[in-house]
């Protein structure tokens, strides 16, 4: 017995009784591209991720922990449809967190998780399609400037921001919004099953909510941080791992030509400038 007592204080007993892991997964920023230079969160950069984080031998549950505005609703579907893949495949619980903002696209990777966790202060929600730009008809004629556009296809330049609009091309644009909006809402209903306690047509009318009010309307299922939680869950001993995107040696490289940084010519400054604006508007509409 005292052997015994002696051995339990010995460096190699953790080992025997390991603490309980959670893979954290972090789902920061824009989904989708933004520009023609910069990528955010798509299954392409995420899929080993997320791979990792399922695989890691013994972990407990995965945990998502999202800060998105949203972005695109096909890399919002897929990314969503491979994490609840990777789940029933391993069969790991998912926990989700959202911290300063899961709306949109960002609620749709949310409710990818068995359950849902935010901040009092956090915003979520905006269960909604848009398509935003702007109108030029007027200004290339203050300009002098004729626009010479070329198509074979009768609808091939629908939308131009440079005519005026026309009712069919809206009424198409529109058509194709209520299929991704209708994707959106059965995603979340399938997700979140009876817990969701609003009606739907405030629900999914494209509104987003502070955390307390979500939890009102079943689109969460309390308040908590990762941390806090998955030790009220899993112990105080729990470890929570990081799995973080790796990048290729070649890609960390400085040698020149291989992943080395390049001065950027003034069009990728500009479509870099455009990407930046595109990406803090997505933010700001959020109060961030």
Do not use: C
């Amino acid at each position: 017995m005292r052997l015994r007592h002696l051995l339990s204080w010995l460096p190699f007993e953790r080992f025997r009784n390991p603490p309980p892991v959670i893979a954290v997964v972090p789902l920061h920023g824009v989904i989708g591209r933004v520009g023609a230079l910069r990528q955010g969160l798509s299954l392409g950069t995420l899929s080993p991720t997320l791979e990792r984080a399922f695989t890691i031998k013994d972990a407990k549950a995965v945990a998502l922990v999202v800060n998105s505005p949203g972005g695109s609703p096909v890399q919002s579907a897929l990314i969503a449809r491979r994490i609840r893949a990777l789940a029933e495949e391993h069969d790991r619980p998912v926990f989700a967190f959202a911290e300063d903002v899961a709306a949109s696209g960002g609620y749709w990777l949310l409710a990818a998780g068995d359950e849902i966790w935010a901040d009092e202060s956090s915003i979520v929600g905006s269960i909604g399609v848009i398509s935003a730009g702007f109108g030029f008809t007027e200004a290339l004629g203050r300009l002098g400037i004729e626009r010479r556009v070329h198509t074979a296809g009768v609808h091939k330049g629908a939308l131009d921001p440079f005519r005026p609009e026309q009712a069919e091309e809206v009424a198409h644009l529109r058509r194709i919004q209520a299929d991704v909006h209708e994707s959106f809402r059965q995603h979340v209903r399938t997700r979140r099953g009876d817990r969701l306690k609003g009606e739907e047509s405030e629900l999914f009318s494209g509104r987003y909510w502070a955390g307390r009010q979500a939890l009102d309307l079943g689109l969460i299922d309390g308040l908590g941080d990762v941390r806090t939680i998955m030790r009220e869950k899993f112990g105080a001993k729990v470890r929570l791992r990081v799995i973080g995107q790796t990048r290729r040696w070649w890609r960390r490289s400085r040698l020149p030509g291989i992943g080395a940084e390049q001065r950027p010519g003034f069009a990728d400054l500009l479509d870099r400038t455009f990407a930046w604006v595109e990406e803090r508007l997505m933010w700001n509409q959020f109060g961030l």
